[in-house]
């Protein structure tokens, strides 16, 4: 399904797949320094192969994920937003999204995690929690877009931690 960002963007969200692993790689390419940073508290030049297969070949149940493409150009991935089942729970998963910087700003991210959030609980999943640099309000507010219900915010040492409810 095509979908139309705030700017007139047409973009296409659908799974991630085996074969994205160098469109994966070129998105990163794309981010800008700041952008990876907030997503891997680090500096991030490339994915290794072994990364590329956890992140592109994913099962669909315990990890999720979805990545944006243009819709007039496929092969290019401009966001990706992604949940893993946390080993220790099952009904709680790591929730990360991550949104090209030229796409900051247009629905991208919430139209993402409210699409994430959807097939988080139509395979049992019912909270999302999150770990993310404490100056990160862009993604503190986009977990506020998928439920009022946070049931824990705390800020420690510079990093935040944020556990949402998607059933609320």
């Not at 507010?141 to 990093?159: N, P, S």
Request: glycine letters at 6%; a neutral charge; aromatic letters at 4%.
């Amino acid at each position: 399904m095509t979908h139309t960002l705030h700017d007139g963007t047409q973009v296409v969200l659908r799974p991630i797949e085996a074969g994205d692993k160098d469109r994966l790689s070129a998105a990163l390419g794309r981010l800008s320094q700041e952008t990876i940073r907030r997503r891997f508290f680090a500096a991030k030049p490339r994915f290794t192969a072994r990364e590329l297969r956890y992140l592109t070949e994913v099962d669909g149940h315990n990890h999720l994920a979805l990545v944006a493409v243009l819709a007039d150009d496929p092969d290019s991935i401009v966001a990706v937003a992604r949940c893993v089942r946390l080993p220790d729970t099952e009904h709680t998963a790591e929730f990360a999204i991550v949104v090209g910087d030229q796409f900051q700003g247009l629905g991208l991210g919430t139209l993402l995690a409210r699409e994430l959030a959807a097939a988080a609980r139509a395979a049992g999943i019912r909270r999302f929690a999150a770990t993310m640099l404490g100056d990160n309000d862009a993604i503190r507010r986009l977990m506020r877009t998928i439920t009022a219900h946070l049931e824990l915010d705390r800020i420690e040492r510079g990093v935040r931690e944020v556990v949402v409810d998607l059933a609320a």
